[in-house]
């Protein structure tokens, strides 16, 4: 039987592949399409190739970018899979084709000096060595499983060629250690709020004996905060390209919007908390609708931004290739390049997604919706701290390293309660094991304050050296017990795994992409494209 069955098991995959490639296949042939239809170039063949090889950018960036605004969402259980690529993918879409008109141009940013680029056809190579070498990197790391920032491969492929080109002296250094140092900042800052965060929930809401009279309290200023948050996020980072409003009024429409929110979902709260218990695992359900809406507005405000790095060398190149280019002057984004870019994101997260938004939603550590709440959190508090103090940040570092922050204060968390727990088990020695095992179930369901109040009478007892505490009677502890205890303390909650392969991608984005592209330069010289 298994024999009879390991051929149709072939089959499946094999066809899954099959529709995979079809797909892309008919996506090639729409850019083609539009490639015909553009504005004539000089070289229309050379911008067809280079269409194509953005489509290939735009399908890579969906299959490894996005996995950070849906990861959590998906790890948590507050979406399905099937759910969260839809939701992504139309507001990718949407925000590639509605906010992402004016494209931020990757040389203009600085990597490089376009005074050292000698004319049209060197600066389009350029651009397409610098396209393509992205694009290679990020399907390298999305089949290894490593988000890495789509904004650090096309910056290294973009140095690379212009090294390549105009020689070490073309390169912008400072710009260059502005981005290795947002490799430190991203992830600490994303990890810091998000565990501060975190931390605040559990001591305001799932450490006291009413959860949910606190959570009715604490959740509605929660969202209404996270409102806050996001609203002046999509304001500054989303719909910037639309309209372009005073640093102030957006301030307080945000805030404005906030307050709206906070008495519209407050009643709402309190009508759901009827229908759920006092446990933690409960009041997490709280938090399913916000992230739903998180995903869409980080999704929306990621296609607006970030399908520049797809788009951006493609419009260079579609520029580069006309009659009246001239160096420096600003590029407008025709619409075909714009729909390229959204459709290729959108693609590439539902046909390649799923194996990112596993490994950010589970495979780092284990998430539940307050946890995934505080890394969403993270990411739009992140940016909008390091955007008001002019620091170059990384939305992808950010998304893992507010994962990392989690998962690292719930180890430190667990250690320091083993300890607790240690502590009680000494004080109890020669009583019973079933009345030990009643008191620490009493202990594991106190409040916080009562907690400390019996870690006190502990500390007091063992000072005095009494035998006795509260009601219950002396035990012996079992030495296999206390040793099992000590091997707690040492639990990882953190895959150590996890986070080295992540690290080294990061670490090795930028100089492999540039290494990339500088073969990728000599080769489309030589050929002459």
């Known amino acids: 039987m298994e024999n009879f069955l390991q051929p149709d098991r072939g089959f499946k995959i094999n066809r ?55 990861g959590p969402a998906v790890g948590s259980k507050a979406l399905t899979m099937t759910g969260a690529i839809i939701i992504a993918a139309i507001c990718e879409i949407s925000g590639s084709l509605i906010a992402g008109g004016e494209v931020v141009s990757t040389v203009s940013s600085g990597i490089i000096s376009v005074d050292a680029i000698g004319d049209s056809k060197e600066f389009v190579t350029l651009m397409l060595a610098a396209l393509i070498s992205g694009a290679i990197w990020l399907n390298i790391a999305t089949a290894i499983g490593a988000p890495v920032s789509t904004t650090h491969a096309i910056v290294g492929g973009v140095l690379g060629a212009g090294i390549a080109a105009g020689g070490l002296d073309v390169a912008n250094w400072n710009a260059l250690g502005r981005i290795v140092a947002s490799w430190v900042i991203s992830p ?47 304001i500054n980072k989303g719909l910037r390209h639309i309209v372009t409003l005073d640093s102030k009024i957006a301030f307080a429409l945000s805030v404005a919007i906030a307050v709206l929110v906070f008495f519209i979902v407050k009643p709402i709260i309190k009508k759901a908390l009827e229908k759920l218990e006092n446990k933690k695992e409960e009041i997490n359900k709280l938090f ?21 790095n797809a788009i951006g060398p493609l419009t260079a190149i579609n520029e580069a290739l006309k009659v009246s280019f001239e160096f420096g002057a600003k590029a407008n984004v025709p619409f075909w390049i714009m729909l390229i870019g959204g459709l290729g994101i959108s693609i590439g997260l539902a046909l390649f997604g799923p194996r990112l938004i596993r490994t950010v939603g589970g495979e780092i550590t284990e998430l539940d919706q307050m946890r995934a709440y505080c890394i969403a959190m993270s990411a739009a508090l992140t940016v909008l701290v390091a955007s008001e103090l002019g620091m170059p940040v ?20 667990k250690r320091q309660y083993k300890e607790m727990e240690a502590k009680i088990l000494e004080s109890r020695k020669g009583e019973d094991s079933k009345k ?21 009478s502990i500390e007091r007892k063992d000072s005095k050296k009494k035998a006795k505490l509260e009601e219950f009677s002396d035990i012996d502890l079992k030495k296999k017990e206390a040793k099992k205890l000590k091997e707690a303390y040492k639990e990882e909650l953190v895959k150590r795994s996890a986070i080295n392969k992540i690290v080294a991608a990061w670490l090795i984005t930028v100089p492999v992409s540039a290494i990339f592209s500088a073969i990728c330069y000599f080769i489309i010289s030589a050929i002459g494209l």
């Open 394 to 413: 990384s939305s992808t570092h950010i998304a893992i390293g507010a994962i990392f922050g989690i998962g690292f204060l719930r180890e430190h968390l």
């Open 188 to 234: 600490v800052m994303g990890g810091v709020i998000a565990a501060a965060l975190l931390f605040f929930i559990k001591h305001t809401i799932t450490y006291k004996e009413n959860k949910k009279t606190s959570a009715e309290n604490i959740v509605p200023y929660l969202i209404a905060f996270m409102t806050w948050a996001f609203s002046l996020y999509l």
């Open 288 to 308: 399913t609708i916000p992230l739903i809406f998180a995903v869409a507005l980080l999704s929306f405000a990621h296609g607006a931004n970030d399908v520049a």
């Open 436 to 456: 030990v095992k009643e008191f620490l179930e009493h202990f594991r369901n106190a409040s916080v304050k009562r907690k400390a109040a019996i870690l006190k």
């Open 16 to 70: 899954e592949h099959l529709q995979k490639a079809s797909i892309i296949f008919l996506f090639v042939l729409v850019i083609i399409v539009m490639v015909a239809f553009a504005e004539s170039v000089t070289n229309p063949i050379l911008l067809g190739f280079a269409a194509i090889m953005g489509g290939y950018m735009a399908l890579n960036i969906g299959a490894n970018d996005v996995a950070n605004n849906v």
